[in-house]
């Protein structure tokens, strides 16, 4: 069965910096797609990024970028020069077309806090 | 462009009370849905999808149902809640052409009293 962990609960960094978020992820699959989303205090969610398994580049969109290790299964998200605004819960998510259809399974999240 | 629209935002329900939560995706004909639910600081939990008109999956039991009675309309609803159906609950959609990526509605809280 899909799983995905975020270990880190809660992270804050001071404004301009760089931060990693971390998630392993569980499956059966050999094909997959994993994504991050971000929700805001207000509890609206957007997307911010994808990596699909078959890719080996690390994808990149705007100062987020991905980390991802296929044979650890950890497809970590960076973000770089934080700005406040960057405050928010980040989750992990992965969906596997195969085996899952159409079920997206997400981790627990991790708040990140900017400080100026 | 494609909106999403949920509603209500907010509701206060009693125990044993019936419930009907509602999105709608205007600009996209033929989407994937989906519906999520969340407790208060807790990950996201998938309920429902949705491929086609007339066909719900469920993905897990949680005493809800839900309904695709129109290409862009999708309905959560029970006939009785309990005091642990309390919290966000989410409809996305996405585009169901190999763009997996999930676009939100802002939420409909839930507090069941």
């Known amino acids: 069965a899909q799983k995905v962990t975020q270990t880190q609960t809660s992270i804050s960094v001071m404004e301009k910096t760089t931060v990693t978020m971390d998630c392993v992820y569980e499956?059966?699959?050999?094909?997959?797609?994993l994504f991050w989303y971000k929700q805001t205090a207000s509890g609206e969610i957007v997307f911010l990024i994808r990596?699909?398994?078959?890719?080996?580049e690390n994808a990149t969109v705007g100062h987020y970028s991905l980390n991802f290790q296929k044979p650890k299964s950890s497809i970590g998200l960076i973000i770089t020069a934080t700005q406040i605004e960057d405050s928010a819960v980040y989750f992990c998510?992965?969906?596997?077309?195969?085996?899952?259809?159409?079920?997206?399974?997400f981790g627990s999240g991790t708040r990140l806090l900017v400080s100026p | 462009a494609q909106t999403i629209h949920q509603w209500p935002v907010a509701e206060i329900k009693a125990v044993g009370s019936p419930l009907s939560l509602g999105c709608t995706i205007k600009?996209?004909?033929?989407?994937?849905l989906y519906w999520y639910w969340q407790a208060t600081g807790g990950t996201l939990q998938q309920l429902f999808y949705?491929?086609?008109?007339?066909?719900v999956e469920s993905v897990v039991q949680l005493n809800l149902s839900a309904s695709r009675p129109k290409d862009d309309q999708f309905i959560l609803s029970t006939e009785k809640l309990l005091l642990s159906h309390s919290g966000f609950y989410l409809c996305?959609?996405?585009?169901?052409?190999?763009?997996?990526?999930?676009?939100f509605g802002h939420g409909t809280k839930l507090s069941v009293l």
């Open positions: 996305a959609w996405s585009t169901g052409t190999g763009d997996e990526r999930l676009f």
């Open positions: 499956t059966q699959d050999s094909s997959y797609f």
């Open positions: 990596q699909d398994s078959y890719k080996k």
């Open positions: 998510a992965m969906r596997e077309p195969g085996t899952g259809g159409y079920k997206v399974v």
């Open positions: 600009g996209k004909s033929s989407p994937n």
């Open positions: 949705s491929i086609t008109v007339g066909q």
